[in-house]
């Protein structure tokens, strides 16, 4: 059974636990369905923020998360196995379970004035939601921008999230430097389907009028149209990058589902209850783009999938672009301005 609000219901054990968990019949009346489940944050005070990426095949060297966990509840979501690394459930403890670096700002001001500190375009929302429901009162992520805009510092952001608009009056002027450009991440239209597959989102259309906004405001934006999942959403493709592009859109990308560790579970658990008989369709179209495993950990192929089928969304995804007008033009972010905080140090205001 669905839980109303949330990707999965699932408490799928941690794979670093000591012990695993199962259900047996001890002859006792059935456990009751499984009710609301509040979310919970937690404060997290790490020593670093700022996350380097050796991985050839994603477009970004640096990276800042200021969350961990996150409450919007996709349920295809490749992140969910970080909660195994404090021995949580990938499952609904990975949405409900989120831990806050309330320290993210200072500490980015730290590594941002080290002497040998080199600028490049930071990345947020590459593992959880950076404008995630918790952040409307936290800010977080409204105090780390705020000192990538004092700094001249670029930064680039992929959400589902409206909440981006709140933070208008820093990335507008950032966008006239060429410091910052912003892509929503839409996996359908049909509201129906999100709120199955993403429960806690923003609709569909609320993400194209965020789309809309930022772009009247003069903040590059592109779109995301992410995972692609075999026979759920996929025929869906062409339609969501024209309303993009209709919105502003200028850019685009897409990523073919994975599915590592836990994940496989909760999607597989999702489809019986949601999509009841396409559960052996969609894993035979899985194994085929992953030389018949169902997640490829391999770079490049890991983001594009291989075969007929990973081939044919590649064909539909270019040629959309080029209808669309969109990926016409590839502009880097301005790393030239970038301007290290002043320091309360006394010893260094001496120089």
Known sequence: MGMKGRGTTSKVDARFLEHQRSRFDDGWTPEPEAGAVPTEIFQETPRTIITRNQSPDIPFETSINPYRGCEHGCV?????????YVDLSPGIDFETKIFAKTNAAELLRTELGKPRYA??????????????????????TRDIIQVLH????????????????????LLKPMAADGLVKVFLSITSLRHDL?????????????????????NRAGVPTGVM???????????????????????????????????????????????????????????????????????????FTRMRGQGVYADLVRNRFQNACRKFGLNTERSELNTGLFEPPVTSDPQQSLF
């Open 150 to 169: 004092d700094c001249r510092h670029p930064l680039s952001i992929v959400t589902k999230s409206w909440l981006v608009e709140r933070d208008l009056d």
């Open 194 to 214: 999100s709120r199955r597959l993403e429960p806690r989102t923003a609709s569909p259309s609320r993400r194209l009028r965020a789309l809309d906004t930022l």
């Open 225 to 299: 149209f992410a995972p692609v999942i075999p026979f759920i959403n996929d025929a869906e493709m062409e339609m969501v990058l024209e309303r993009a592009a209709d919105a502003g859109a200028k850019a685009a990308g897409y990523v073919i589902l994975r599915l590592p560790n836990e994940v496989k579970q909760l999607f597989r658990e999702w489809l019986e209850t949601h999509e009841p008989g396409k559960t052996e369709h969609v894993f035979s179209i899985i194994r085929d783009l992953r030389s018949g495993r169902e997640n490829d950990p391999e770079y």
């Open 119 to 140: 600028c490049k375009a930071i990345a947020m929302g590459t593992n959880t939601d950076p404008y995630q429901p918790a952040e409307r009162q936290l800010r977080i």
């Open 76 to 84: 295809y979501c490749y992140a969910r196995p970080s909660h195994a």
